[in-house]
C-alpha cells in the first residue's frame, strides 16, 4: 500500500487559491443547536419489493426520514439534539475518486469539532481495504490544509469499492469495535452505499454500536432518486465534459471532420438501426454541406444494443464451460456467429476478453466508438458506390473522455454540496441514526435554501428479477441501490427531443469555456437538477400539511355536509392509491 | 464549402464575458503615430545557407529588421509614419485552427479603422481555398462581436494550408490583383509561413503592389526562432493540455494504475532502449510501493525511433513500387522483417497505411502510446517470470490529447499576444514592408514591456541537406521556415533534467487547474517563454549601442592608448566572429 497519504501536497497558485474557499452551510445548519424532525416511516419505491427488503433488513428497514431544521424553527415534534459527547468517528472512501470527496471529510470533521473539540475523525487509508486491515490516519486541519476543495481521493486514497463478503463484513465490524467507533460514513456510489445499508443492519442485528452512514460521492450521477437529487462530482464531471466536447466541436466545425465521442444517452436500438441513424444524419448533414459533426455516445452504450449483449453472453457462457478462446467462433449458435463475422477483428478479440466477476465490468474494455465508427464507414462507402450517398468520403476520429475529467478540481457547487453532506453526517450520529444516507434537496436554489436531511438507505433500494436459464424460472435478486437510469418520460429528455433537430442539422456550439470558480459561469448548475422537478421531499411535506389541515378543519363539531365532504374526497384519495399502488401488504 | 462563416454565435455565460474583454496595446502601438525603426540588413541563422537563400528570394532577402516605437521616442534614424491612406487587406487563416486566431483580424480591423475609417478588411472564407476562388467577407465591428477572444477558426474557417504550386501562387496573385489588395495577411505555422515568403517573392518580382504580411499562430510551439518567442495557441494549449495531464496523474494517484500519454520530449533510443528505460522507471517506482504513474510521450516520437523510421522506409518504398500490402512483409530486409514481424498486429496494420504525399503526415496514424504500453507490458510478465521484477502486474491506460485543445477559449495572454500582432500587420503594410513576419518580443515581462517589430521572414529559414539514394548523393532542400526542435541546451530542458529524477521518483502532481481569465494562474505564463533568454532582437540592439559608444568615445584627437586598445578589442572581436562564423562570402 502507498504510504504518501496524507502529506501535505505542492499546490498551483490556483489550487492553494481554492484552499483557501470556505464554503458556506445553510442556514438550518449554522450555529450548534439543530433540531431534528422525523417524517413517516419510509417504505419502498415499489411497494411490490417491499416484503422482499423487509426481509432482508428486519433491523434497519422502514424507519422515518429525518429533517434538520433550525432550532428556532416552529416544527412541533422536533427534537433538539442538546448533548454533543466526544465521539469517534471512522471516513472511507468506497469505489472510484470524484471530484468533491475531499470535502466530505473536512464538512464531517468541522462539524465535529465545532460540537465537541474532543471527538475524533478518522480516515481509513486506502479505502476498504484500509478499513478490513485498521490502517488509520487521525484527520486534523493541519493534514487538510492542502487537500480543501481540491480533486482527487489522495489525503486516503482508495482501493476496490468491496465490503461484500462474509470475511470483509465481519473485518470491518472488528476494526469498528477495536476501534471503538460511534460511526463510520462510507463515501460512495449506488455500490457502496449499498454495502453501506448491509454493515447498518449487520452491525444492529449483532448490536455493534457504530452507526454507519453513507454520503452519496459518485461522478457516474446514477445514485439519483426520490431523496438524492444529484451525487457530488457529478456537476464537475458535467463542465469539464462539456469544455472538452465544445472543444472538439469547434475544431470540428473548423476543421470538417466527423468526430465520434460519448455522451449519456439511452437507446435500444439494434446495431444496424443504430448504424442506419448515425448515416442518416451524416448524409442528412452532408446534403446541407456540412461535412464535419460530432456524435456522443454513452459508455455503456453497447450494453443496450440486443443482438450484441446476447451474443457476449453466449461467449461468456462458453468461456464459463472452458472452451478455449480459438474455439469460441465455431461454437456459437448461426445467428450469433454471423453477427461476430461480421465484427471487425478489433472488436472480436475484445468481445472473447475473460469477464470479470461482474460481467458489466468488462463491457468498458469494448470500444463502441471505434465500431460504430467503422460500421458507419462501411455504410457510407456502401451507399456512395450505389449512388445514394454523393457527399465527401466519411471519416471519423474517437475521443474517450473519462480519466481527463474524474482527477479535476471541483466545481464550486461540488465543493459546497461535499462539505454540507459531510456536515449533515455529523448531525445524522448526533441524533444516533444507523443505516441512513446524508442528503440535501432543493440545489436548485441557492445554497441558504437548501433543505439537509437523511433518508434510510433501504428506502432507496429495488429488487431486480431475472429469467433464469430454465422456461419460467424467475430469480429475484438482493436487495440493491441499482444506478438510476436516465428518466425517458423526466423534463430533461423531454427538452433534449425537443431539440434534437436543432442538435443535429444547426452547428448551435456554445461553448461553456474551461470550469470557473468565479464570475460567469461559475454558479451555473446542471440542466437535469434545474429543469427536473425533484423536490420529493418537499412535496411529502406539503401532502403532511394537507392531512394536518384536513384533521384541523373537520373535528368533532364541524356541520354535517363539511363531513361528508371530506369524506367522500379522502375515500376518492385512497382509493386511487390502492388502485395505483396495487397494494401488496405483508 | 460551408456557407456559414460570419454569422453570429450563440455565446455561453463565460464566452459573453469574453468577447467583452478588451486587449490593450503595447506604449509603442498606443495611438494614431507610430515611428519606424530600421536596423542592419538580416542575413541567415547559418550563414552557409545565406548563398542557397539569397538566390531563392533575389528580391526580398537581406532586407533589415524593424522595431515600432512610440513617436516620442529618440531614436536618431526613426522614421514616423505620417500618412495613412485608405488602404484594402485581406486576411486568410492557413493550417490548422489554433486558439486566439481571430484576435489577429480584430486587431487588425481595428487597427485599420483608427487609422483610416474607409480602409477595407476582406477575410477570406475557407482558408487558402477561399483565397484562390475570392470568396471574401468584408470583417465589421458587428461580425466580430462574437468572435472576439473567442477559440476556432469558424469566423472565416480554413482549409489545407497549401499556396504551393504554380496554378495556386497564380491564383493567389490573380485575386489579390482583382481584389486591389494593397496587403495580404497569411495567418499559420512554419508550412504557412513559408507560403507567405514565397508569395511575396513572387509578388515582387511580377510588381504585383500587395505585400505579403506572416503572423506566427500555430498550436505547435514550433515556430520559434531568434526574432519570434513563441506561436499565438500554445499558451492555451499549454494550460488547456496541463489540465488534462494533471487530472490524469490526480487520477493515477489515486486509482494506482500506470498511464500513457504524450507529452513533447526528445529522444533517440532505439525502441528496445526505450521499452527498458520505462520497465526501469515503472519498476523502479514499484519499489517504493508506487503502483502508478504517468509517462508523457511526444505525438512525433514514433519518427524519433530509428530503426522503426527505417523500416517505415522500406514499408513506404514497396508500396511506392506497387507491392500490394498483404506482400509488403515477404519482401522486407531480414532485419526490417524481424521487427516488423516482433510488432503487434495493430500496429504493423497501421505501418502498412499508404503514406500520404508527406510521409511525416501520415506518422500521425500509428499509436505510440500503444505500442509502447503493449512493448512495457510484455516485458514486465517477462521480468516477473525471471524473477527480476517482483511487484503487481503492470497495466496501462491510454491517452491522446490533441482535439480536446485546439479548440479551447483562447488563454488571456493569447488573447493579447494575437491582438497586438493583428494591430503590428497594419503598421508593417502602412510602412510598405513585404515578405515580413509580425513579431512582439520581450513577452516574458508584462505587456506594456513588449517591443514590437517585423522581420524578413528569410531570415528565419535553413536549408536542409539530405543523403540521396545513391553513395555521397547530397541533395539541397528548398529554404523554408522549419519546426523549431527542443532545444537540448537550452534552459527550459536543463531544468526538466534537473528534475528529471524528482519527476519520476515522487508524486510531484500540482494540478493547475482549468484555464481561468482572473485571479491566480490567469497571467501565468509558459515555463520556456519565461526561462529562456530569448530576447535576440534587444541584444542586436545593445550591440549596436556599443559600437556606437566605440565611435564616439574614439574619434579623432582621441590619445594614442585609447585608438590602440580600442583597435586591439576590435581586431581581436572580429577574428573570433570570423572564426566562429566562417565567413563564406558571397
Same mark, same amino acid.
Given at each position: 500500500?502507498?504510504?504518501?497519504?496524507?502529506?501535505?501536497?505542492?499546490?498551483?497558485?490556483?489550487?492553494?487559491?481554492?484552499?483557501?474557499?470556505?464554503?458556506?452551510?445553510?442556514? &438550518?445548519?449554522?450555529?450548534?443547536?439543530?433540531?431534528?424532525?422525523?417524517?413517516?416511516?419510509?417504505?419502498?419505491?415499489?411497494?411490490?419489493?417491499?416484503?422482499?427488503?423487509?426481509?432482508?433488513?428486519?433491523?434497519?428497514?422502514?424507519?422515518?426520514?429525518?429533517? @434538520?431544521?433550525?432550532?428556532?424553527?416552529?416544527?412541533?415534534?422536533?427534537?433538539?439534539?442538546?448533548?454533543?459527547?466526544?465521539?469517534?468517528?471512522? +471516513?472511507?472512501?468506497?469505489?472510484?475518486?470524484?471530484?468533491?470527496?475531499?470535502?466530505?471529510?473536512?464538512?464531517?470533521?468541522?462539524?465535529?469539532?465545532?460540537?465537541?473539540?474532543?471527538?475524533?475523525?478518522?480516515?481509513?487509508?486506502?479505502?476498504?481495504?484500509?478499513?478490513?486491515?485498521?490502517?488509520?490516519?487521525?484527520?486534523?486541519?493541519?493534514?487538510?490544509? #492542502?487537500?480543501?476543495?481540491?480533486?482527487?481521493?489522495?489525503?486516503?486514497?482508495?482501493?476496490?469499492?468491496?465490503?461484500?463478503? $462474509?470475511?470483509?463484513?465481519?473485518?470491518? %465490524?472488528?476494526?469498528?469495535?477495536?476501534?471503538?467507533?460511534?460511526?463510520?460514513?462510507?463515501?460512495?456510489?449506488?455500490?457502496?452505499?449499498?454495502?453501506? +445499508?448491509?454493515? +447498518?443492519?449487520?452491525?444492529?442485528?449483532?448490536? =455493534?454500536?457504530?452507526?454507519?452512514?453513507?454520503?452519496?460521492?459518485?461522478?457516474?450521477?446514477?445514485?439519483?432518486?426520490?431523496?438524492?437529487?444529484?451525487?457530488?462530482?457529478?456537476?464537475?464531471?458535467?463542465?469539464?465534459?462539456?469544455? %472538452?466536447?465544445?472543444?472538439?466541436?469547434?475544431?470540428? @466545425?473548423?476543421?470538417?471532420?466527423?468526430?465520434?465521442?460519448?455522451?449519456?444517452?439511452?437507446?435500444?436500438?439494434?446495431?444496424?438501426?443504430?448504424?442506419?441513424?448515425? &448515416?442518416?444524419?451524416?448524409?442528412?448533414?452532408?446534403?446541407?454541406?456540412?461535412?464535419?459533426?460530432?456524435?456522443?455516445?454513452?459508455?455503456?452504450?453497447?450494453?443496450?444494443?440486443?443482438?450484441?449483449?446476447?451474443?457476449?453472453?453466449?461467449?461468456?457462457?462458453?468461456?464459463?464451460?472452458?472452451?478455449?478462446?480459438?474455439?469460441?467462433?465455431?461454437?456459437?449458435?448461426?445467428?450469433?456467429? *454471423?453477427?461476430?463475422?461480421?465484427?471487425?477483428?478489433?472488436?472480436?478479440?475484445?468481445?472473447?476478453?475473460?469477464?470479470?466477476?461482474?460481467?458489466?465490468?468488462?463491457?468498458?474494455?469494448?470500444?463502441?466508438?471505434?465500431?460504430?465508427?467503422?460500421?458507419?464507414?462501411?455504410?457510407?462507402?456502401?451507399? @456512395?458506390?450505389?449512388?445514394?450517398?454523393?457527399?465527401?468520403?466519411?471519416?471519423?476520429?474517437?475521443?474517450?473522455?473519462?480519466?481527463? /475529467?474524474?482527477?479535476?478540481?471541483?466545481?464550486? @457547487?461540488? =465543493?459546497?454540496?461535499?462539505?454540507? %453532506?459531510?456536515?449533515?453526517?455529523?448531525?445524522?450520529?448526533? /441524533?444516533?441514526?444507523?443505516?441512513?444516507? +446524508?442528503?440535501?434537496?432543493?440545489?436548485?436554489?441557492?445554497?441558504?435554501?437548501?433543505? =439537509?436531511?437523511?433518508?434510510?438507505?433501504?428506502?432507496?433500494? #429495488?429488487?431486480?428479477?431475472?429469467?433464469?436459464?430454465?422456461?419460467?424460472?424467475?430469480?429475484?435478486?438482493?436487495? $440493491?441501490?441499482?444506478?438510476? #437510469?436516465?428518466?425517458?418520460?423526466?423534463? *430533461?429528455?423531454?427538452?433534449?427531443?425537443?431539440?434534437?433537430?436543432?442538435?443535429?442539422?444547426?452547428?448551435?456550439?456554445?461553448?461553456?469555456?474551461?470550469?470557473?470558480?468565479?464570475?460567469?459561469? $461559475?454558479?451555473?448548475? $446542471?440542466? #437535469?437538477?434545474?429543469?427536473?422537478?425533484?423536490?420529493?421531499?418537499?412535496?411529502?411535506? *406539503?401532502?403532511?400539511?394537507?392531512?394536518?389541515?384536513?384533521?384541523?378543519?373537520?373535528?368533532?363539531?364541524?356541520?354535517?355536509?363539511?363531513?361528508?365532504?371530506?369524506?367522500?374526497?379522502?375515500?376518492?384519495?385512497?382509493?386511487? %392509491?390502492?388502485?395505483?399502488?396495487?397494494? /401488496?401488504?405483508?
Amino acid at each position: 500500500m502507498y504510504s504518501d497519504f496524507g502529506i501535505p501536497r505542492e499546490l498551483s497558485d490556483l489550487q492553494k487559491r481554492r484552499s483557501q474557499y470556505q464554503p458556506e452551510l445553510p442556514p &438550518c445548519l449554522q450555529g450548534t443547536t439543530v433540531c431534528v424532525e422525523f417524517g413517516d416511516a419510509t417504505t419502498a419505491t415499489d411497494s411490490s419489493d417491499a416484503h422482499t427488503i423487509s426481509r432482508s433488513f428486519p433491523h434497519s428497514y422502514g424507519q422515518p426520514l429525518a429533517h @434538520f431544521v433550525r432550532a428556532t424553527a416552529k416544527v412541533p415534534d422536533a427534537q433538539i439534539i442538546i448533548e454533543h459527547p466526544e465521539i469517534r468517528v471512522g +471516513a472511507v472512501f468506497c469505489g472510484r475518486q470524484s471530484p468533491g470527496g475531499h470535502n466530505v471529510i473536512w464538512g464531517l470533521h468541522n462539524a465535529l469539532r465545532i460540537h465537541n473539540p474532543n471527538s475524533t475523525l478518522l480516515g481509513f487509508l486506502g479505502g476498504s481495504e484500509g478499513l478490513f486491515a485498521q490502517k488509520t490516519l487521525e484527520v486534523t486541519d493541519d493534514i487538510l490544509a #492542502t487537500y480543501k476543495n481540491q480533486g482527487g481521493y489522495d489525503m486516503l486514497g482508495r482501493t476496490k469499492d468491496q465490503i461484500r463478503t $462474509a470475511e470483509q463484513v465481519n473485518a470491518a %465490524l472488528t476494526a469498528c469495535r477495536d476501534l471503538k467507533l460511534d460511526g463510520l460514513v462510507i463515501i460512495g456510489g449506488v455500490t457502496s452505499n449499498t454495502y453501506a +445499508a448491509q454493515l +447498518a443492519e449487520t452491525f444492529a442485528k449483532v448490536k =455493534c454500536p457504530t452507526k454507519v452512514v453513507g454520503v452519496p460521492v459518485s461522478l457516474n450521477g446514477d445514485l439519483k432518486n426520490q431523496f438524492v437529487e444529484t451525487n457530488v462530482g457529478f456537476d464537475t464531471v458535467c463542465k469539464v465534459n462539456s469544455q %472538452l466536447i465544445s472543444n472538439v466541436c469547434t475544431d470540428a @466545425f473548423s476543421a470538417e471532420k466527423v468526430i465520434l465521442g460519448e455522451e449519456v444517452a439511452a437507446s435500444k436500438l439494434s446495431l444496424f438501426e443504430l448504424t442506419k441513424q448515425l &448515416c442518416d444524419a451524416v448524409q442528412a448533414r452532408a446534403e446541407q454541406d456540412k461535412y464535419h459533426g460530432v456524435f456522443l455516445l454513452p459508455e455503456g452504450l453497447i450494453e443496450s444494443i440486443p443482438e450484441v449483449y446476447a451474443l457476449l453472453q453466449e461467449i461468456h457462457g462458453l468461456l464459463r464451460q472452458g472452451v478455449a478462446v480459438d474455439g469460441i467462433s465455431s461454437q456459437l449458435s448461426p445467428w450469433a456467429s *454471423a453477427l461476430f463475422d461480421f465484427l471487425p477483428p478489433f472488436i472480436r478479440k475484445q468481445l472473447l476478453l475473460h469477464p470479470e466477476s461482474d460481467d458489466s465490468a468488462q463491457l468498458s474494455q469494448i470500444e463502441t466508438e471505434r465500431l460504430l465508427a467503422h460500421l458507419v464507414e462501411k455504410e457510407m462507402i456502401k451507399r @456512395f458506390k450505389e449512388g445514394t450517398y454523393k457527399g465527401k468520403k466519411f471519416s471519423a476520429v474517437c475521443h474517450f473522455f473519462g480519466y481527463q /475529467t474524474r482527477g479535476s478540481l471541483p466545481s464550486k @457547487f461540488d =465543493c459546497d454540496y461535499a462539505y454540507v %453532506l459531510g456536515y449533515i453526517c455529523y448531525h445524522i450520529l448526533a /441524533t444516533g441514526l444507523n443505516g441512513y444516507m +446524508a442528503t440535501v434537496t432543493n440545489m436548485k436554489n441557492p445554497l441558504n435554501k437548501w433543505r =439537509c436531511g437523511a433518508a434510510p438507505i433501504t428506502a432507496m433500494m #429495488t429488487v431486480k428479477h431475472y429469467y433464469g436459464h430454465g422456461p419460467g424460472v424467475l430469480s429475484v435478486g438482493k436487495p $440493491a441501490v441499482h444506478p438510476a #437510469t436516465v428518466d425517458l418520460k423526466g423534463k *430533461a429528455y423531454k427538452q433534449l427531443r425537443q431539440n434534437a433537430t436543432n442538435f443535429l442539422m444547426d452547428d448551435v456550439y456554445r461553448n461553456p469555456g474551461p470550469l470557473q470558480f468565479d464570475g460567469p459561469g $461559475a454558479e451555473a448548475k $446542471a440542466v #437535469t437538477l434545474c429543469i427536473e422537478d425533484q423536490d420529493y421531499m418537499g412535496r411529502i411535506k *406539503a401532502l403532511q400539511e394537507y392531512l394536518d389541515k384536513v384533521r384541523t378543519m373537520v373535528k368533532l363539531g364541524c356541520s354535517e355536509d363539511v363531513l361528508k365532504a371530506a369524506l367522500s374526497a379522502m375515500a376518492a384519495a385512497t382509493n386511487i %392509491l390502492s388502485t395505483m399502488t396495487e397494494n /401488496t401488504p405483508y
